[in-house]
C-alpha cells in the first residue's frame, strides 16, 4: 500500500426498544499517532484487539510492538514486542489469535503461525463467524463467489462440502433452522449443494453479491476492501472511513438485509472534523465483540481518538449486557427498560452469562450445554464465590436477582 489511509470500520445498529445508538470518546493517547508506512507497508498504528473481560485494548504502536490500554483510563498497562505484520483486526480466543487484513488470513498459537491464507479471491469479505471445534476453533469464510470455506486451529482448509458438512454435525437443531431460513430466501437448491452459507437467519456473503441478493438502496454504506464484520446474532458490520474524512459512515445490517443505522464518524472525531483534514493522514481499525459492543479509533498525526459503542440495537445480547454491566449513564437507562421484559428463565441465563465470561463451571445440565456451544466460553473449572466481580457487573447481578425473587 502506497502512503494512504487505512480504510476501516465499524458499525452500528437496530433498536427494538428505540434506543439512540451513542458513541463514546474514551479519550485520546497522545503516545500513538499516525506514522507513514514501512516497507511499502501501510501507515500505523495499523491493529487492534480488545478484551472485553479484562476492559483492556491493545493498539500496536508500529510494526514492531504494541501496547495495551486500560479502556477506563487510557493508561498503558504493558508492552510487548510484536511481529511485523499488517493486520487490521486480531481476535484473540484462548491460546490462538486469529487476525485479518485485507485478503489475508493469519492464525496464530503462542505467537507462532499456524496457517496462512492468502488471495483475494479466498478471504474477500472478511470472517463470516467462529465456531467451537475439538480444543480449538473454525473460523468460516466466503470466496469471492460465496462459496463457503473454514480453517481450524490446527491450519487444516475445508471444502465447502466439509465446511458445511461441519455445521450440521455441530448443531442439528441450527442446522434445520438454516435449511429452513435457505428456503425462505430462495436459496434452499444453493444450500444443499453447498453453495451458499446460511447459518441461522444470516446469510453469508460477498458485498457484491449481498448488494445484488438484497436490493437495498446501499446493503452495507461505501464498499472498502469488501469486508464485513459479524456479532453472534448475524448482524452485519460495515464502513467507509473516507481518506478526507467528509462522509466517513458506520453502518448495520440486521438479517434481512435491512439497513439499521448509518453514523456520521466525523460527528464524534476531532481529527475527522478538522477543517485541515484534507491535508493530513489518519489510519483507523476497529473490534466488533462477540455481543456486537464496537471500539475503534482513529489515529492522526499528532494522537489517537478511541471510541466504544455499547450495544443497546435489536434483540438483547445477554453477552454484550454480562460485559457491559450496570454504568449510571445513558447505558443504564438502557438495562433499565430492558430487564423488566425479560422472562425469570432469561434473566437466570443473564445472571450466569455474567459469571460464565470468567470461565465459571455449571453442574446444571442446560447451562452448562448452553455455554459450551458459546466461542467465547471456556470452563476453568471454577465455582461463583471463587469470581470477584467488578462493580458494574455485580451491580447487574444484584438487580437480576432482585427481579427473579418478585
Known amino acids: 500500500m502506497k502512503r494512504t489511509i487505512l480504510l476501516m470500520a465499524i458499525i452500528f445498529s437496530m433498536s427494538l426498544f428505540c434506543f439512540a445508538q451513542e458513541v463514546e470518546k474514551l479519550g485520546e493517547i497522545q ?6 508506512g514501512v516497507a511499502g507497508g501501510p501507515g500505523s498504528p495499523n491493529e487492534l484487539a ?18 495495551y490500554y486500560d479502556l477506563t483510563t487510557l493508561e498503558g498497562i504493558k508492552k510487548t514486542e510484536y511481529r511485523n505484520t499488517f493486520a ?58 460465496g462459496y463457503p470455506n473454514a480453517v ?31 428456503a425462505e430466501l430462495k436459496l434452499y437448491n444453493d444450500f444443499i449443494r453447498n453453495d451458499v452459507l446460511i447459518w ?9 453479491i449481498l448488494t445484488d441478493f438484497w436490493k437495498p438502496e446501499q446493503y452495507l454504506y461505501g464498499k472498502t476492501d469488501g469486508a464485513i464484520l459479524y456479532d453472534e446474532q448475524g448482524n452485519g458490520y460495515g464502513a467507509n472511513i473516507r481518506f478526507e474524512g467528509i462522509n466517513s459512515n458506520i453502518c448495520i445490517n440486521d438479517t434481512n438485509g435491512k439497513r439499521i443505522a448509518r453514523i456520521l464518524l466525523q460527528d464524534y472525531s476531532n481529527i475527522l472534523s478538522d477543517p485541515d483534514v484534507y491535508n493530513h493522514l489518519f489510519v483507523s481499525s476497529w473490534y466488533v465483540g462477540f455481543g456486537g459492543n464496537i471500539y475503534y479509533y482513529i489515529a492522526g498525526e499528532e494522537y489517537t481518538e478511541v471510541f466504544r459503542i455499547r450495544r443497546t440495537w435489536g434483540e438483547p445480547d445477554f453477552y454484550a449486557m454480562a460485559i457491559n454491566g450496570y454504568t449510571d449513564d445513558n447505558y443504564g437507562k438502557y438495562v433499565d427498560e430492558i430487564l423488566p421484559t425479560l422472562s425469570k ?47 458494574h457487573r455485580q451491580k447487574l447481578v444484584e438487580m437480576i436477582q432482585k427481579l427473579e425473587k418478585q
Open 31 to 36: 503516545d500513538i499517532y499516525y506514522r507513514d
Open 50 to 67: 480488545v478484551n472485553e473481560v479484562d476492559n483492556t485494548i491493545k493498539i500496536i504502536n508500529s510494526t514492531s510492538d504494541y501496547t
Open 88 to 145: 487490521l483486526m486480531q481476535i484473540e480466543l484462548g491460546d490462538f489469535d486469529i487476525s485479518y487484513y485485507s485478503d489475508v488470513l493469519i492464525l496464530e498459537k503462542d505467537n507462532e503461525q499456524i496457517q496462512y491464507i492468502a488471495g483475494y479471491e479466498n478471504i474477500l469479505s472478511g470472517i463470516s463467524f467462529i465456531l467451537k471445534k475439538d480444543n480449538g476453533y473454525i473460523i468460516y469464510y466466503v470466496n469471492e463467489y
Open 152 to 182: 481450524d486451529t490446527t491450519g487444516r482448509i475445508y471444502s465447502s462440502e466439509e465446511a458445511m458438512g461441519y455445521l450440521k454435525t455441530y448443531d442439528p437443531e441450527k442446522y434445520a433452522h438454516s435449511e429452513k431460513r435457505a
Open 200 to 208: 441461522g437467519d444470516t446469510y453469508y456473503s460477498t458485498y457484491d
Open 345 to 391: 428463565a432469561d434473566l437466570r441465563l443473564l445472571r450466569n452469562t455474567i459469571f460464565a465470561i470468567y470461565g465459571v463451571h455449571f453442574k446444571s445440565a442446560d447451562l452448562s450445554a448452553h455455554f459450551a456451544k458459546q466461542v467465547w466460553y471456556t470452563d476453568e473449572g471454577k465455582t461463583s464465590g471463587e469470581v470477584t466481580l467488578p462493580a
